[in-house]
């Protein structure tokens, strides 16, 4: 059985920095791509970040691209999102998509069951 579990949510600061991972398991990790999303209440989920099987990093919104990092280690199952200079308009529920990383969602791909950011002081 494949789980993809997010982690790393919370409290944060303005202007903090948090570290969310993505841990997977049941697959061949480092056959997939890897993004995170991230959703506002009653919205759709907006793609931040991907990263390729080998890598490559894909930038998603232009309001993150230069304050979130997506970074993998395939030897621990992990994908990590490190955020820096947090916003209000950060806080989201972020969602780890594990099946692809260029924003697009197939029915092979797995979703994580998200972990809630809050960005307030």
């Known amino acids: 059985e494949v789980q993809v579990v997010a982690s790393g949510g919370g409290l944060v600061q303005p202007g903090g920095s948090r570290r969310l991972s993505c841990e997977a398991s049941?697959?061949?990790?480092?056959?997939?791509?890897v993004s995170w999303y991230r959703q506002y209440p009653e919205k759709g989920r907006d793609w931040s970040a991907g990263i390729t099987r080998c890598g490559a990093i894909r930038n998603g919104m232009s309001s993150v691209k230069d304050r979130f990092t997506i970074s993998r280690d395939n030897s621990k199952n992990l994908v990590y999102l490190q955020m820096e200079s947090m916003k209000s308009e950060d806080t989201a529920k972020y969602y780890c998509y594990v099946g692809a990383s260029d924003g697009y969602v197939t029915a092979t791909g797995y979703w994580g069951q998200g972990t809630q950011v809050t960005v307030s002081s």
């Open positions: 049941g697959l061949t990790f480092s056959n997939y791509g």
